[in-house]
């Protein structure tokens, strides 16, 4: 079995009293991608905040490409190449859409990756010099995406990367995310709303419920309203 | 049909399919300007007394623009809006509030620190004071399923959760029009069904507009759909019609998915 | 920043605070008591500020001008035979009064909130530079000559008997404390910490906020107007000093080491801070500047949120543990 990129064991999170994720395992090798799925409030967000290090596990352990990373700061998990797209476009609003890339792209070393980026990002081709906050909301989504990946990580956490993005951009995204975990064995986690745009790129799909994984589905089951309803929504 | 800026006829066509006596809301001629960009070019736009509309379009389309003008947050370029009657363009958005326009903006905004049930008071409160307003703030935690988080702050409130509190302030305020920007952002099917019930419900006695992406709600819920495209009215139709556009499909539906 | 709410466990502690109130004037030395009620006032005065910035967000460095407004308003009514009394009242008013004008300009304006902080800083200064250029005799209000930068002295006491005035001043405090908790927990009080957190959607449901915000400010602007009339009576003496940098930022410091947002912890941040300040001079350190500057600092480090909220929080997970 292929070494796992990252790897959490038992994570147990949440904030102040309020217990959030109730010892949560999951583990990603190069080029696998997962999808969590699920009700809102059930910690989905809360999994990806704990994993990229913004709050901190109460127990558990986290790995990454074997390092135990469950006790360091966010950056220096950055750094060993975690990505994270958040929920809520958080992109620099006073910095222009070129500039916004550039910082992602300055977190590594090598050619930049942006011109390729923008092929794939066609609409934010004609905005490179309009400051973040003068975009639209998808479109601040679309940055924010774009960003994580010119930095080339290892791995991704994606928080509802399709929310607000209109369906055919959606396409694309459900395109590059497939691309990049084949052709950059790209590991990707990714939180989403959109069955149909887990069924395409995800391996394997985790059903999130109060806090824990309860079942898995495959994906081409997705697609399947039926098979949604009584196993997802019951 | 070539690919340039719709023609003006196209849009005129559409708007006015609504007869003239049941109009709650007409745009005429609205634009903004932000320095050199262009967000809203020309809108005339008609939405009927009690109806549901639906909005979509391409991201940087105009849609939230156009929301934003309607409920008094940005003051327009040029043209006009007319609500039930009377002018309202450029005026503040506390009295456009009070004439009956209540929004919900795309990304939810609340008040962290205060609960689930503080927001449906507050939002009630004005118009009905304490006691009402906190009957109408006890009905509205029960009728949008947040009974278990009626006293959580709002802040530890997951993304989708946060929907469902705007949505409800919306409810409370007891508008005559209510804008929802993506009110199902962050839901999962079965919530947005759960949505698509509350807002039929709503849409009884206040009218609606509603931007979305997912497709699978706006066929479950629309009439008519409006379609925006680089500022402007691009078609405004059925959903059969809209779907079927070519246009559409190329710069918004792309290879065809019918969504969720 | 979560508002803090009205506990049941409150009229307990308003119970508990008049009896001590009540009581301990006769566990002290005249001197002592004498001290504290300045220190009640000073209460009073940051109670002001957490009103308008711990609940409303407005930050102000003006309440040393309503509260030195106050002072002079007392000294000048006095001084024109005037009972005292009605000189407290005209105090009061002269800080509603003033506040009223600066928030209608900054509110109705729709100025930023970077504009209120710098301009109430302004105005405080400029009064200073005002009222100390008075020193020439012919600068006077009806029998009041204001004196320049020695002040007015001779001022009359509200009351002449030291336990009946801190009885005032400690009243006063306690009954503003008091309010001000059921201003918070009514509706108006909810909406001005909605209007903290997130003003523009308060006024996407119709609440006039330019209103709200006025209210509460010229409120705020009278409770130091109060302080600094009381202020007057307690030394008998005021003069420009009131409206110094100094003055200004020791209200802010106040309320920032005592926790903004509860009243209760402005009330202890500045009995804290000026108790400090008053045990360090006694005891003749030259560096009382200096020992005060770097408590601020530490605590801007290590207990950002102030005293009370800190403290609380600490009981409040010594309390999940033993859960």
Redesign the interface.
């Known amino acids: 079995m292929a070494p796992a990129v990252l790897a959490a064991d038992g994570l147990v999170s949440g904030y102040g009293r309020i217990r959030i994720l109730d010892s949560v395992s999951v583990s990603l090798s190069a080029g696998e991608v997962v999808a969590v799925i699920g009700h809102n409030g059930m910690g989905k967000t809360t999994l990806l905040r704990t994993l990229a290090g913004l709050l901190k596990a109460k127990s558990g352990s986290v790995h990454l490409a074997g390092r135990d990373v469950t006790h360091h700061a966010t950056a220096v998990r950055a750094r060993l190449g975690l990505g994270y797209v958040p929920q809520g476009r958080q992109i620099f609003p006073d910095l222009t859409v070129m500039e916004n890339l550039m910082i992602g792209q300055a977190a590594r070393a090598g050619a930049s990756d942006i011109p390729a980026m923008l092929e794939r990002f066609k609409s934010l081709t004609a905005l490179l010099g309009r400051p973040g906050r003068a975009l639209s909301g998808g479109e601040q989504q679309l940055l924010a995406l774009a960003r994580c990946l010119v930095g080339r990580p290892r791995v991704v956490l994606l928080d509802e990367p399709s929310e607000g993005i209109q369906p055919s951009i959606v396409d694309q995204i459900a395109e590059l995310l497939h691309d990049l975990s084949t052709t950059q064995r790209l590991a990707i986690l990714v939180v989403e709303q959109d069955l149909e745009l887990v069924s395409r790129v995800a391996h394997r799909v985790h059903v999130m419920r109060k806090g824990r994984f309860v079942s898995e589905i495959a994906p081409r089951d997705l697609t399947n309203p039926a098979i949604v309803k009584e196993l997802l929504w019951s | 049909m070539s690919h340039s800026a719709p023609s003006g006829a196209f849009q005129n066509r559409a708007a006015s399919t609504v007869p003239a006596g049941k109009t709650l809301l007409e745009t005429r001629g609205l634009s903004k300007n932000f320095g050199g960009v262009t967000a809203v070019t020309g809108v005339n736009f008609r939405l009927g007394r009690g109806e549901l509309r639906c909005l979509i379009g391409p991201n940087g389309a105009g849609k939230s623009t156009f929301f934003k003008m309607l409920s008094g947050q940005l003051p327009p370029t040029a043209g006009t809006i007319l609500f039930d009657g009377s002018d309202i363009t450029g005026e503040p958005p506390h009295r456009i509030a009070r004439l009956g326009i209540g929004i919900k903006n795309q990304v939810p905004s609340l008040w962290d620190g205060l609960s689930v049930y503080e927001h449906f008071f507050i939002a009630a409160q004005r118009r009905l004071g304490a006691r009402r307003a906190a009957a109408v703030a006890d009905e509205l935690v029960m009728k949008l399923g947040l009974a278990t988080l009626a006293r959580r702050d709002v802040g530890a409130l997951a993304h989708g959760e946060r929907q469902w509190v705007e949505i409800g302030m919306t409810m409370a305020q007891d508008a005559k029009l209510i804008l929802l920007d993506e009110p199902t952002a962050g839901m999962a099917t079965d919530e947005v069904e759960r949505t698509v019930a509350l807002l039929r419900a709503i849409n009884v006695s206040t009218s609606l507009i509603i931007v979305e992406h997912d497709m699978q709600f706006i066929s479950m819920i629309a009439g008519i759909v409006t379609v925006f495209h680089q500022g402007r009215i691009l078609i405004e139709d059925t959903m059969e019609n809209v779907l079927a556009n070519p246009l559409v499909r190329e710069v918004y539906l792309g290879a065809g998915r019918p969504g969720r | 920043?979560?508002?803090v709410r009205l506990s049941p466990l409150e009229p307990l502690l308003w119970a508990a605070g008049a009896v001590v109130l009540a009581v301990v004037p006769f566990a002290l030395s005249t001197f002592q008591v004498v001290q504290i009620t300045v220190f009640l006032i000073f209460c009073l005065l940051a109670v002001s500020l957490d009103l308008s910035w711990g609940l409303a967000g407005l930050l102000s460095f003006g309440q040393a001008a309503f509260f030195g407004l106050g002072g002079y308003a007392y000294a000048i009514l006095c001084a024109n035979d005037e009972t005292p009394g009605a000189a407290l009242a005209a105090g009061t008013v002269a800080g509603g009064v003033a506040a009223g004008l600066l928030g209608y300009i900054a509110f109705y304006g729709r100025l930023s909130a970077m504009f209120l902080a710098v301009t109430t800083l302004v105005v405080t200064l400029i009064l200073l530079q005002v009222l100390g250029s008075t020193a020439d005799p012919s600068y006077h209000i009806g029998a009041a000559v204001l004196g320049g930068y020695n002040g007015m002295t001779n001022i009359p006491p509200l009351l002449p008997e030291p336990i009946p005035f801190f009885w005032t001043a400690g009243g006063l405090l306690f009954l503003l404390i008091v309010s001000g908790r059921l201003l918070m927990a009514a509706?108006f009080g909810?909406?001005l910490?909605?209007i903290r957190?997130?003003e523009?959607?308060?006024?996407?449901?119709?609440?006039?906020?330019r209103w709200h915000k006025l209210a509460i400010f010229a409120l705020s602007g009278a409770i130091a107007g109060l302080a600094g009339a009381l202020f007057a009576s307690w030394g008998g003496f005021i003069n420009p000093e009131v409206f110094s940098l100094a003055q200004s930022a020791q209200v802010v410091i106040w309320v920032l080491v005592g926790g903004r947002g509860s009243l209760y912890g402005a009330a202890i941040g500045a009995f804290l801070v000026q108790a400090m300040t008053q045990y360090l001079g006694s005891i003749g350190t030259a560096y009382t500047t200096l020992v005060l500057g770097a408590l601020l600092v530490s605590f801007v480090l290590v207990m950002p949120n102030g005293l009370l909220p800190t403290f609380l929080r600490g009981l409040s997970s010594i309390g999940?543990r033993l859960r």
């Open positions: 920043m979560a508002p509706p909810r909406v910490a909605a957190a997130n523009r959607r308060v006024e996407l449901l119709g609440y006039d906020v999940n």
